[in-house]
């Protein structure tokens, strides 16, 4: 028996989502808590998928939830990221699906008056993304989704959310 299905270890399934312009991203700033373990870092869009629910069905919801944007059928997977231990205090590994999907340049305005209720939404020209406060292993994995290039990862995290080693492999 392995620590799954011993119910010693979680695997949460989630979204993220990384809406775009042909020179722009649609980021997060999570602003909000100062308790949030993303405070202050700029991120994708996405969260938790609910009982039953597929990844492109939650990152659809996700994306209406956090930006207001109807995604249309215009979602793109563009990799998956597994972080080992990333919620150690809650014995939860995080399994990530990664998406993109492409704006208009009036959808990109619309979203950025959108009340998120975790961040403020934020304009950032692609070439200024990587210069943000981001998790240390999203710099390994952004430009994949500026590509829309296939990617599949995994990020390991200390508890103090320093990274501790990744391996990212290019399809």
């Known amino acids: 028996m392995n620590a799954y299905t011993a119910r010693s270890q979680a695997v949460i399934p989630a979204v993220l989502i990384y809406p775009q312009t042909a020179d722009a991203l649609l980021m997060m700033h999570r602003d909000r808590s100062p308790a949030d373990k993303h405070f202050g870092k700029y991120n ?3 969260g938790k998928l609910e009982l039953g629910e597929s990844p492109w069905t939650a990152a659809t919801r996700e994306l209406l939830e956090e930006s207001g944007l109807h995604a ?6 563009v990799g998956s990221l597994y972080f080992p231990q990333f919620k150690p205090e809650k014995r ?10 492409e704006l208009t340049s009036q959808e990109m305005q619309s979203a950025l008056s959108f009340p998120c209720p975790e961040g403020s939404l934020k304009r ?8 943000l406060p981001l998790w240390e292993g999203d710099a390994q994995f952004i430009p994949l989704v500026l590509e829309h290039r296939p990617f599949f990862g995994t990020l390991r995290y200390s508890p103090e959310g320093t990274l501790m080693n990744s391996e990212i492999f290019k399809f």
């Open 44 to 46: 994708g869009l996405g």
């Open 124 to 131: 950032i020209q692609k070439t200024q993304v990587l210069n």
């Open 92 to 101: 939860e590994d995080w399994w990530v699906s990664v998406f993109t999907v």
């Open 72 to 77: 249309n059928n215009r979602l793109k997977m």
